[in-house]
């Protein structure tokens, strides 16, 4: 099973700051199979990320994802109030389709 | 518009069953993968089970393997989750996910609003 491991576990930003959250698996992803999901308190998670860099339907181009292997990045160019929110990173290459513990943004 | 609706959950005592049902709307269903995924309170995102396009290819957590069983009706546009022997840390919402490919390869792209399902005597 491949555990991903996320960091930090809490980033507290000001809008309009940059964001840079990061996703480390312990074994290679399969084809770059990394998704972001971002949840907001009493919602459901939405997706952002897939392919490691290839925005989901409707996300805005702040969000961007990067890496390949082991190590992913997620970042949000500028914070925008609605941002602030939990985010989880995911493989899906292998049939144990994990997610890691995730990385709170929260504000400053 | 993709709907995902989960029903089901409720309080339940532990080593009892509950079966939870996902119905699904404005997409092909029988083209996509489905998944359960829980999330405890308080708690991240924790993946359940999944279930190929035609039901050939089946997956469970190590934590629920032998005691949840998956399953789709694709003339009902339908998925399902059986589970048996419910421990108190079984206790959780339950997501109904959409993928967006047949088995692996796709994340998960629309998800339901949850069942709560909470193991308690």
């Known amino acids: 099973e491949i555990v991903l491991t996320q960091s930090p576990g809490t980033l507290s930003l000001s809008p309009g700051e940059r964001a840079t959250l990061s996703c480390r698996a312990s074994?290679?992803?399969?084809?770059?199979?990394l998704a972001w999901y971002q949840q907001k308190p009493g919602q459901a998670p939405r997706l952002l990320i897939y392919?490691?860099?290839s925005r989901a339907t409707g996300i805005p181009d702040r969000f961007s994802g990067s890496g390949s292997g082991t190590d992913f990045t997620l970042t949000i160019s500028r914070l925008e109030p609605e941002d602030f929110a939990v985010y989880y990173c995911q493989q899906y290459g292998s049939p144990r389709f994990t997610f890691g513990p995730g990385t709170k943004v929260d504000i400053k | 518009e993709v709907q995902l609706v989960e029903s089901g959950g409720g309080l339940v005592q532990p080593g009892r069953s509950l079966r939870l049902s996902c119905a699904a709307s404005g997409f092909t269903f029988d083209d996509y993968a489905m998944h359960w995924v829980r999330q405890a309170p308080g708690k991240g995102l924790e993946w359940v089970s999944g279930i190929s396009w035609n039901s050939g290819s089946i997956g469970y957590a190590d934590s629920v393997k032998g005691r949840f069983t998956i399953s789709r009706d694709n003339a009902k546009n339908s998925l399902y989750l059986q589970m048996n022997s419910l421990r108190a840390e079984d206790t959780a919402l339950y997501y109904c996910a959409k993928a967006r490919r047949t088995w692996v390869a796709g994340a998960f792209d629309y998800w339901g609003q949850g069942t709560l399902v909470t193991v308690s005597s």
């Open positions: 392919g490691a860099s």
């Open positions: 074994q290679s992803v399969s084809s770059s199979y």
